[in-house]
């Protein structure tokens, strides 16, 4: 089946504590993305990559990093996470970029909170 | 910078009548357009997606859009609603990423 997972879920930690939250797609896709989801602001873009080793920020990349080393995997770091980034986390992925639009595939999301 | 404005927060509907919810876009060029659908507890779905051609566009679960140039919007619509459209909306243009609305809550009472 075709889809776009995220580890863990749901996660409580503490501020200061790195944590990551992994992304895979199985549908060989060359584009993945971060968002966040806050009440009232929609989805916001944390980073991008159009492809293997190659990855931008978006509209909200403070705090976070990201790595694509491998097509199928697109890894979200907090190295030193704050309350402030609490919020719902989806990853995305789609075909490829190439100046064509695509629909773009989500996960199921996982809800961080940061005490 | 392209943006979307979903003037409705929350909309509440009863079951069997008609939904719109509504969409405006600022986009310099030709946009290209979708709606999502968010249900409780799930990931995005995509309803609907418009590129160019015909200005109203079908979608999954019975949803249509109908791009309107002159306005900038693109308003999602369904002729009869069930209690299993009862989610969260949103409205997205694309350039080189994704900028999405701020969304819409759909309430459908019995």
């Known amino acids: 089946e075709a889809q776009v997972t995220q580890n863990p879920r749901y996660l409580i930690t503490v501020t200061g504590k790195k944590l990551t939250v992994t992304c895979s797609q199985n549908?060989?896709?060359?584009?993945m993305s971060w968002y966040r989801q806050d009440p009232g602001l929609g989805l916001r873009q944390i980073y991008y990559?159009?492809?293997?080793?190659?990855?931008d920020k978006g509209d909200v990349p403070e705090g976070y990093k990201v790595s694509r080393k491998e097509k199928r995997n697109f890894p979200l770091i907090l190295e030193s996470p704050s309350p402030n980034q609490t919020s719902l986390y989806f990853c995305?992925?789609?075909?490829?970029?190439?100046?064509?639009?695509?629909?773009?595939?989500f996960g199921p999301g996982t809800r961080l909170t940061v005490l | 910078a392209q943006s979307v404005t979903q003037p409705d927060i929350h909309i509440t509907v009863s079951e069997g009548a008609s939904l719109e919810l509504r969409c405006n876009y600022s986009?310099?060029?030709?946009?290209?357009l979708f709606w999502y659908v968010q249900s409780p507890g799930q990931g995005l779905q995509l309803l609907l997606k418009?590129?160019?051609?015909?200005?109203l566009v079908q979608g999954i679960k019975g949803f249509e859009a109908e791009f309107k140039r002159s306005q900038s919007s693109f308003n999602l619509r369904k002729p009869s609603v069930h209690w299993s459209d009862a989610a969260e909306y949103f409205c997205?243009?694309?350039?080189?990423?994704?900028?999405f609305g701020a969304g819409t809550t759909v309430t459908v009472r019995a």
């Open positions: 995305a992925s789609s075909l490829n970029r190439g100046g064509v639009t695509d629909t773009q595939y």
């Open positions: 549908m060989n896709h060359e584009y």
């Open positions: 990559s159009m492809n293997v080793e190659v990855t």
């Open positions: 986009y310099g060029a030709t946009p290209y």
């Open positions: 418009y590129f160019s051609g015909d200005t």
């Open positions: 997205a243009v694309e350039d080189y990423k994704l900028s």
